[in-house]
Nanobody
Framework: QVQLVESGGGFVQAGGSLRLSCLAS????????MGWYRQTPGNLREVIAI???????SYVDSVKGRFNITREDAENTVYLQMNRLNTEDTAVCTC?????????WGKGTLVNVRS
């Protein structure tokens, strides 16, 4: 099955930006949607942003206007541009590929926002 490798996480000061990348081992166009999720210890994983195969994007309310999810199918890559980061954005962010109700996950990349 598809393998997803995230990159771009790290430490950043509040108000700063990061760009996360998700490189898939195969064609992302074969999936209904790609997405970014986040999780902190002891909490449920929650969606950050979803982008469909047709390029329609949706976001969790807390990141609307700050984050932008894009896809480059020719590169089999999904990006998450994260702007005006705040400490509440600190989490392990994981890439997801979804189709037919099945979810395929990367290992995640840590975003650590410091005030």
């Amino acid at each position: 099955q598809v393998q997803l490798v995230e990159s771009g996480g790290g430490f950043v000061q509040a108000g700063g930006s990061l760009r996360l990348s998700c490189l898939a081992s195969g064609s992302i166009s074969e999936y209904n949607a790609m997405g970014w999720y986040r999780q902190t210890p002891g909490n449920l994983r929650e969606v950050i942003a979803i982008i469909s195969s047709g390029g329609r994007a949706s976001y969790v309310d807390s990141v609307k206007g700050r984050f932008n999810i894009t896809r480059e199918d020719a590169e089999n890559t999904v990006y998450l541009q994260m702007n005006r980061l705040n400490t509440e954005d600190t989490a392990v962010c994981t890439c997801n590929a979804e189709n037919f109700g099945r979810y395929h996950w990367g290992k995640g990349t840590l975003v650590n926002v410091r005030s």
